[in-house]
């Protein structure tokens, strides 16, 4: 590997030093740089080689982390707060949406409380039917309360009450699977999502690893739905306007997903909260289609607008 006096010169050096210093305070940036260019003028003037110098003194990486880190500290903190809060509301219209969707259909968790939704009977009244369902409206919604609570919360009952509440999602997803389960699972989602945030380290601020990763999978889950539909619309469905309008946008969600395309991203979430919509004004036979590729799409579309670094941006920074 190449020596930092064989890779710069100190024109150079300096040159690279402020690129990677763009995303630190003007003055603090400017402060360092003035710094390093001094050291290497003292350098020079005790008859030291600008090699011996750019050596001594590591690489322009080396010499802006520590600045680096410590403005990056408090930035990510900022960061992780914005995206609780952001999850937060999220888990709370969810819980709404999903107590439209179950106090409709059969066998749901309300059910199994209080029993059939409508009473049966000649006492049957307007008045019961009207106050079991307000039950159990409270109860879905009580639900999205508890996930976006973890929202407000810091510290180490952040951690433990939102591994509690991703916990009890998951379990209720699991228990009522076969019937309303899979409309919980958004919510079980945005709990995981808000364990993750009460897990990260503010220090951690390379997420590119990670966002390459997500980057490839969430391509491929968006797009796996337009190639399918693709290949039906030339087999057993008749292609139509409508069909040719969500294949030419989940494509370009895909595509825009896998690019980082910021406009694509927007796109893609607004596609998924359409459709989550949709699913609680038209439950017929697609309501579980609709709500299961609302959550994909929104949820990708969510992660990639919270935690994707924008491109052009220099030292990691959103």
């Not at 059939?116 to 369902?133: L, M, W």
């Not at 399918?228 to 619309?233: P, V």
Request: aromatic residues 8%; charged residues 15%; hydrophobic residues 50%.
């Amino acid at each position: 590997m190449a020596s930092t006096a064989e890779q710069y010169s100190a024109e150079a050096y300096l040159r690279e030093l402020g690129k990677l210093l763009r995303g630190a305070p003007r003055d603090m940036g400017l402060e360092l740089l003035e710094d390093v260019a001094q050291h290497i003028e003292d350098g020079r003037a005790l008859g030291r080689d600008d090699d011996q110098i750019l050596a001594a003194l590591g690489s322009p990486e080396t010499v802006a982390a520590p600045l680096m880190a410590e403005y990056a500290a408090p930035q990510e903190r900022a960061i992780l707060r914005r995206n609780s809060l952001v999850l937060g509301a999220v888990a709370l219209v969810l819980g709404v949406l999903v107590s439209i969707i179950d106090t409709t259909l059969a066998d749901t968790l309300g059910d199994l409380i209080f029993g059939a939704s409508v009473p049966e009977g000649e006492g049957s009244s307007y008045d019961s039917i009207y106050e079991q369902g307000a039950l159990q409206l409270l109860i879905f919604a009580i639900f999205g309360l508890g996930v976006a609570a973890t929202a407000v919360m810091k510290g180490k009952a952040a951690r433990i009450y939102g591994y509690a509440a991703a916990l009890c999602m998951t379990a209720l997803v699991a228990g009522l699977i076969t019937s309303s389960g899979i409309f919980y699972i958004p919510s079980m989602v945005a709990a995981w999502m808000l364990v993750g945030i009460n897990g990260r380290s503010s220090k951690s601020v390379n997420r590119e690893p990670r966002s390459k990763l997500i980057r490839i999978i969430g391509g491929t889950a968006l797009l796996l739905p337009v190639v399918l539909l693709g290949a039906a619309s030339f087999t057993s469905i008749e292609p139509n306007v409508a069909v040719y309008a969500y294949l030419a946008l989940g494509l370009a969600c895909g595509i825009g997903f896998l690019s980082n395309s910021r406009i694509a991203l927007w796109a893609t979430c607004a596609n998924g909260a359409a459709l989550l919509a949709v699913s609680t004004v038209d439950q017929g036979l697609l309501l579980a289609a609709f709500w299961l590729a609302g959550t994909v799409y929104f949820f990708f579309g969510l992660y990639g607008l919270m935690w994707f670094t924008r491109r052009g941006t220099a030292g990691g920074q959103r």
